[in-house]
């Protein structure tokens, strides 16, 4: 059973950069693709970005680009999200989550889809 936990969440003003890293047991992450998606308060879980299991398909929502870049290292077993140039708009919960679907294209990532979620990790970005 996949197990992920999320850390690097924090306060930091706008402007500034953050670390979110997501670390899987139970399995090898190299099965799976994984999301990070975020909820602000009183709004619906959104996705932020996507990343093959491979590596090789990245996908971000709009909002984000060029802001945030996913990576995994597979070796090991994390996933990480760099946040730069982060916006009071940001500020949400960050989990990570993972479809147990061998076989799953990020192009479609969606909340329904996940099978595997973390407990999230509070970012606030404020002055």
């Known amino acids: 059973q996949l197990q992920l936990v999320e850390s690097g969440g924090g306060l930091v003003q706008p402007g500034g950069s953050l670390r979110l890293s997501c670390a899987a047991s139970?399995?090898?992450?190299?099965?799976?693709?994984i999301a990070w998606f975020r909820q602000a308060p009183g709004k619906e879980r959104e996705g932020v970005s996507c990343?093959?299991?491979?590596?090789?398909?990245?996908y971000y929502t709009d909002s984000v680009k060029d802001r945030f870049t996913i990576s995994r290292d597979n070796a090991k077993n994390t996933v990480d999200l760099q946040m730069n140039s982060l916006k009071p708009e940001d500020t949400a919960v960050y989990y990570c989550?993972?479809?147990?679907?061998?076989?799953?294209?990020?192009?479609?990532?969606?909340?329904?889809?996940?099978?595997?979620w973390g407990k999230g990790t509070l970012v606030t970005v404020s002055s």
């Open positions: 989550a993972a479809p147990s679907a061998y076989y799953y294209y990020c192009s479609d990532y969606a909340t329904r889809d996940m099978d595997y």
């Open positions: 139970g399995s090898t992450l190299d099965r799976y693709a």
């Open positions: 990343i093959s299991r491979t590596g090789n398909a990245i």
